[in-house]
């Protein structure tokens, strides 16, 4: 037996959490936060505009954490692939190693692309994870301390990159947060783009997402969430992170002066935002996965999507504070009854995210409103919920799209000389 490279064994999307599928044993918490994260996408993408009154704090608390609690998932379970059931030995070999990777990220980028060609009028994220995942695959090897120092350090570096790297590819104060299609490939120069967007000009760019993933990773390593202690610990360091980030944004905006500030550079590069009611939010709903580079008070902010170090430490800290809760509520009977329906859904979160992009490039495109949210949120958690009723004993209740690309990378391994495929559930 192989051990599945951690990459390959939890890269996915949505790849359950060791210990069982759609929910069963002790980490079916886990999958529960991803769930919630498919449920905050929806109301990001099929709700109404985020409104900071009444039931709108809802769609406030996902603007923007959505994608970035999917990217801190994404990481936190390479590792937990890493300590599972099925985890044997590593595969010696370059070819044994990366092909099965290189298969999984090679279908990410595919559905990336097609997808986002069919402008269902959101912002698709697929290709961006295969070149998290392809990026991720050196760090799994770190010792804990050092990926711990290497997550935290990315913090800050990655949104300094983006910042400071921006206007040399001429993205200085506009131009950013588009997503790759299949047509930029047609080109040399488009191929160039797409490159560019996939690093750092696009909507999820390395720069700024890719320190989530090692949040994620370093987050599995320093807590084992099956313990009680330390899921407890989760939550409490993660509620003080999400306190220090967006606290630290909110002081320099309305005490410190970054506000003023920034309302001066916008009036400088940005006259038209001043019309806005809010010039600064105005700004960065066109900055998507970066804020701008005209003043290094952008760097002070934590709104959603500008990927500030505050922000993306903001971020962070609620993603780990979730775990740590959901871990808890999952050890009791009560907690773990709750939370199965969104443990099923978020074990199928990949289905769920391509089959909804494709509704809204078809009959759901330009959907806005509560009852679209309530009814893509309704419809997801009863189709998963009776697909895995169906499927209970077959591979398949993984999902379809899951098993599909497990059947993909497992046929990768066995096109190797001497590379069986991981045997197991």
């Known amino acids: 037996m192989r051990r599945a490279s951690p990459t390959e064994a939890a890269a996915s999307l949505v790849a359950p959490a060791a210990g069982g599928s759609g929910g069963r044993g002790r980490l079916a ?26 039931a709108g704090y809802v769609l406030v608390a996902a603007d923007g954490r959505a994608p970035a609690l999917f990217t801190l998932l994404a990481g936190f379970s390479l590792v937990l692939a890493q300590r599972g059931p099925d985890a044997v030995r590593q595969p010696d070999g370059w070819a044994r190693r990366w092909r099965p990777l290189l298969i999984r990220c090679a279908v990410f980028a595919v559905l990336g692309l097609f997808l986002a060609s069919l402008w269902p009028g959101i912002l698709v994220i697929l290709a961006f994870f295969a070149v998290y995942f392809l990026a991720a695959e050196p760090f799994t090897r770190l010792s804990t301390p050092v990926l711990a120092a290497v997550a935290g350090g990315s913090v800050v570096a990655g949104p300094l990159l983006s910042f400071l790297l921006g206007p040399v590819f001429g993205y200085g104060s506009s131009g950013r947060g588009l997503v790759p299609e299949a047509a930029d490939l047609a080109s040399w120069s488009g191929l160039g783009t797409v490159v560019c967007e996939l690093l750092l000009t696009g909507a999820y760019p390395l720069a700024t997402y890719f320190p989530y993933v090692l949040a994620g990773m370093a987050l599995a390593r320093l807590f084992d969430v099956r313990e009680r202690a330390a899921a407890r610990r989760m939550a409490g360091w993660g509620t003080a992170a999400a306190v220090a980030g967006y606290g630290s944004a909110w002081l320099a905006s309305h005490v410190f002066g970054s506000r003023q ?162 045997r197991g559930r």
């Open 29 to 54: 918490g886990v999958d529960a936060v991803r769930g919630l994260a498919v449920l905050g996408m929806f109301a990001v993408h099929v709700g109404p505009g985020p409104q900071p009154e009444g």
């Open 261 to 422: 500030r920034l309302l001066e550079a916008i009036a400088v590069h940005h006259p038209e935002a001043l019309a806005a009611a809010d010039p600064v939010r105005e700004v960065l709903s066109g900055q998507f996965g970066a804020v701008p580079s005209t003043s290094w008070d952008w760097l002070l902010v934590a709104d959603p999507y500008s990927q500030t170090p505050l922000e993306t430490l903001g971020n962070a800290g609620v993603g780990c504070a979730l775990i740590g809760l959901c871990a808890l509520a999952a050890r009791h009977r009560p907690g773990a009854r709750l939370l199965r329906p969104l443990a099923v859904l978020g074990a199928m979160a990949l289905s769920a995210y391509v089959i909804h992009a494709l509704v809204l490039a078809g009959p759901a495109h330009g959907a806005a409103s509560w009852s679209a949210w309530l009814a893509f949120s309704g419809t997801a958690l009863a189709l998963t919920w009776a697909w895995q009723q169906v499927w209970a004993d077959s591979p398949l209740r993984r999902g379809p799209l899951e098993h599909a690309l497990r059947l993909a990378t497992r046929a990768g391994s066995r096109t190797l000389p001497g590379g069986g495929a991981e």
